[in-house]
């Protein structure tokens, strides 16, 4: 098992800045691969970014790419999601989220554990 808790949303004006923080703990945190998604009010969760283990390879949607960084500290058992010039469209409640395989990806059928949910406001 793999206990994941998120840390770090608030509220943020429009270009601003806010880095979320996902503690994991219950398994070598070195071997999984970890992701964030999203999941705004009457819509789907979406998928945000990933990175694996091994490589560190991280991808994310289109939409952040440009803005938003995943990182990770295994010394730590940390999973960071930096997120700058952050947008109206960027309100949702994030999530965290631990697949055992340590590949990771960007469906959330892949993701065996999730966090709580850390809820992000960026008001128009």
């Known amino acids: 098992q793999v206990q994941l808790v998120e840390s770090g949303g608030g509220l943020v004006q429009a270009g601003g800045s806010l880095r979320l923080s996902c503690a994991a703990s219950g398994r070598t945190f070195s071997r999984l691969a970890m992701g964030w998604f999203r999941q705004a009010p009457g819509k789907e969760r979406e998928f945000v970014a990933a990175?694996?283990?091994?490589?560190?390879?991280?991808f994310a949607r289109n939409s952040v790419k440009d803005r938003f960084t995943i990182s990770r500290d295994n010394a730590k058992n940390t999973v960071y999601l930096q997120m700058n010039s952050l947008k109206p469209e960027d309100t949702a409640t994030y999530y965290c989220a631990a697949d055992a395989t340590g590949v990771g990806g960007s469906s959330p059928e892949v993701f065996d554990y999730w966090g709580q949910g850390t809820q992000v406001t960026v008001p128009s």
């Open positions: 990175i694996s283990w091994r490589e560190f390879t991280t």
